[in-house]
């Protein structure tokens, strides 16, 4: 099973995932970023709009290049 790394890019940095997790396919890797963003939501809550608009969710695949890029604005919808 391939290996994907969802990191966080914002602002304020990089929080690379350091150990991956496998997973069967991208589709399972979006889901599996979804999940952590629901998770994050509570504290970009916080944030001021022009910082949490630029936060996205980048999930990397085994030869460490982008397969998937989620934009925070494309999450609003969780808040809900």
């Given at each position: 099973m391939?290996?994907?790394y969802i990191d966080i890019r914002s602002h304020f940095g990089t929080d690379e995932d350091p150990s991956?997790?496998?997973?069967p396919?991208?589709?399972?890797a979006r889901?599996?970023?979804l999940r952590i963003a629901q998770?994050?939501?509570r504290s970009?809550?916080?944030m001021r709009p022009h910082y949490s608009n630029e936060i996205m969710i980048e999930?990397?695949?085994?030869?460490?290049?982008p397969v998937l890029i989620i934009p925070c604005l494309d999450l609003e919808f969780m808040k809900h």
């Open positions: 391939p290996r994907y991956g997790i496998e997973l396919d991208v589709a399972a889901s599996e970023a998770e994050l939501l970009w809550a916080a999930i990397v695949g085994e030869d460490l290049r």
